[in-house]
């Protein structure tokens, strides 16, 4: 593909998903009393702040022509050892689960840049040990977080009456995107994904950046943990099954090629986000009466969605490819 | 490995590369094989029963199964994260219809018929549509087959509402319960579809241009081969060999959730293919391997068990098996 192919490319991943979000929620409050309600918008925002850190860390790996694999089990992870923290206070937690997602990522990119494993298989295997760790700390249970130390405000909390989470997920986003967009890092990331091979021959840090991206990305995922441990008041070691394709899919809806190269840090929050109105909006689908759709569509239209997506940017890259 | 079949010229196939290193790399996985099983032998109490030997077996059969496919698809390139989803709606679908709720049924037989063909009918009519969104579309295989991976489970549960679905039917469960001179029927249609592959790969035109397209595509093409067509009938292969894994889940369980048939086999399929030593990115590929890795990880599973370590620390050891295998592998490359 040419540059102005990718260009064009480019903006109809980036403009297409918020158009598809404005749709969306166009269609909701248009549809349903309450949709853009206080609590409806602030709950929805809570709970996908998770997703959403997690999704911010796989756009940068996806960005690189990686794949993370771990975050979900590394979420896990990271609920826990917050959850076992948390009776010490709000810091030793945050950073505890920070710490744990942390040293994942540091394996991943040990293993991925170092011993050159491709990343889809090394971040399958820390996955798995990652999620053996979660479960041998957490004795095979949920462990259940300290009320006293006011931990649960990270999940629970709000400031400035918007929820803590949200901000959270915000600050990285914002974070993020100024990374990705203005800083030397950012442009080498965008490099490897272009051509690795190019990037490291003009001199670029290639291993360097590819390893910080891992762990970045382990980071964001032990920080969600933090999160899902704060809001449901559990460290959960058999959560976050899933996750990890669910980011990636938000990152793909969100027009971020898996080819590397080309991505954006808003769009894949647009992707998060539209994933996530799906679910609310079929709860409240459901409750106008009309139709009863059991939880389990939520998944079927997530798949169904992605399908759309993935076909209507193949169709346009093959249009491009052709121009060109 | 003896059975590795590789697209790279007979000569450089045949040059003997002597050492330690050269051995271990490929014969790691028959040795490791081999190994834990002496360690066993030695440490395990009751290792070298009947017993042992057929819950060790009848582990492996559906990851076996669904590696086989696997592997094939990823002797293209390609992979295939729906193999679990497709279990979960071949095994949501056979119970409803022995069970008469789809349709009513004229005879039970013709029921229990049904039930083994349809459901695996479907998965690989599901696993063709994974074939056709890669080559019609050109999608990347990961992000063709993410969407059944969300889809399928969700169709599954959707069909059953999230019910369990609780049977006792022994003409069906043959498949999975069913012994044949004191052997599980599933070991034995798991070793009947290994060989079978193991052949293909090695033996006929489709599984030298399976090996070819992995290899190089754009060659392959250039070659004459008919990429889109081979592609599509090996995603469908690794479908319909998901919907038999499925059957065989069901018959074990005497139940069918749709919430937990084939949860994760993606990702045992994935690595039992890796460990055997089938190289990830395409273009060599071993069935026998992938039996001998699926062994492998099963056996080291048992040995941590039944000495006492948590299965936790065994995915630890899991992980650790799969990272080695790979790197060896890419050792042996150099």
């Not at chain 1, 700390?137 to 990270?154: I, K």
């Not at chain 2, 999975?176 to 599980?184: A, H, K, Q, Y």
């Amino acid at each position: 593909m040419n540059t102005i192919s990718l260009k064009v490319f480019q903006g109809i991943g980036r403009y297409g998903v918020l158009l598809a979000l404005v749709a969306l929620i166009l269609f909701g409050w248009l549809r349903y009393e309450n949709f853009l309600g206080a609590f409806n918008v602030l709950s929805v925002l809570r709970y996908n702040s998770m997703f959403a850190l997690v999704a911010l860390g796989m756009c940068f790996v996806i960005i690189t022509g990686g794949i993370d694999l771990s975050v979900g089990s590394t979420a896990a992870l990271g609920s826990v050892v917050a959850a076992l923290l948390s009776p010490y206070g709000v810091v030793p937690g945050l950073l505890g689960g920070l710490a744990a997602g942390l040293a994942v990522g540091a394996c991943n990119a040990f293993i991925v840049t170092r011993l050159n494993i491709l990343p889809f298989i090394a971040t399958l295997a820390t996955m798995l040990a990652a999620s053996g760790c979660a479960l041998l700390l957490a004795n095979n249970q949920s462990v259940s977080v300290s009320y006293e130390t006011g931990f649960v405000e990270l999940g629970q909390g709000d400031l400035l009456g918007f929820p803590i989470p949200a901000w959270i997920a915000l600050i990285a986003f914002l974070l993020g995107s100024l990374v990705l967009n203005f800083t030397s890092f950012g442009r080498t990331v965008l490099a490897i994904g272009g051509n690795e091979d190019a990037a490291r021959l003009m001199g670029l840090p290639a291993q360097r950046v590819k390893a910080l991206v891992y762990l970045a990305s382990g980071g964001l995922a032990g920080l969600a943990g933090v999160i899902l441990a704060a809001q449901f008041g559990a460290g959960q070691p058999i959560e976050g099954v899933g996750w990890e394709l669910f980011a990636i899919a938000a990152v793909v809806v969100g027009g971020t090629l898996l080819t590397g190269g080309v991505g954006s840090v808003g769009s894949t929050l647009a992707g998060v986000l539209l994933l996530g109105l799906i679910f609310n909006i079929l709860n409240f689908e459901n409750g106008l009466g009309w139709i009863s759709l059991s939880a389990y569509w939520q998944s079927v239209i997530r798949g169904a969605f992605l399908l759309l997506v993935v076909a209507i940017q193949a169709r346009l890259s093959m249009r491009t490819e052709e121009a060109a | 490995m003896s059975d590795t079949a590789t697209t790279l010229p007979p000569a450089a196939q045949r040059a003997p590369r002597f050492g330690v290193r050269n051995i271990l790399t490929r014969y790691g996985s028959w040795i490791a094989l081999v190994l834990l099983i002496l360690v066993n032998l030695a440490i395990t109490p009751n290792f070298a029963t009947w017993q042992t030997f057929n819950v060790n077996l009848t582990q492996v059969c559906a990851i076996v199964i669904v590696g086989v496919g696997m592997t094939l698809v990823i002797a293209t390139g390609g992979i295939d994260l729906s193999v679990g989803a497709l279990m979960a709606i071949a095994g949501a679908i056979a119970p409803l219809i022995f069970l008469g709720k789809l349709f009513p049924l004229p005879h039970p037989a013709i029921g229990i018929a049904l039930a083994f063909v349809v459901p695996v009918l479907i998965a690989a009519a599901l696993g063709w549509f994974n074939g056709w969104l890669v080559t019609r579309l050109s999608i990347q295989p990961i992000i063709a087959t993410l969407v059944l991976f969300i889809a399928g489970r969700g169709i599954a549960q959707v069909f059953t509402n999230g019910n369990l679905q609780v049977f006792n039917l022994p003409s069906f469960q043959f498949i999975g319960l069913g012994r044949v001179f004191g052997i599980p029927f599933q070991a034995i249609l798991m070793i009947v579809i290994v060989a079978a592959a193991a052949w293909m790969l090695r033996r006929t035109v489709f599984g030298r241009q399976i090996l070819a397209i992995g290899g190089n595509e754009r060659a392959a093409r250039l070659s004459g081969i008919p990429v889109a067509f081979v592609k599509q009938r090996v995603y469908l292969i690794s479908g319909l060999l998901s919907g038999i894994a499925g059957l065989i889940v069901i018959a074990r369980n005497s139940a069918a959730d749709a919430n937990l048939v084939g949860l994760g086999m993606e990702l045992d399929a994935i690595a039992a293919v890796a460990v055997g030593g089938t190289l990830l990115t395409g273009g060599r590929a071993t069935v026998i391997g992938t039996l001998v890795g699926a062994l492998i990880i099963q056996l080291v599973r048992y040995t941590l068990l039944a000495n006492g370590v948590p299965d936790a620390a065994a995915l630890v050891a899991k992980a650790a098996i799969i990272v080695l295998a790979v790197w060896l592998q890419r050792q042996s490359q150099r």
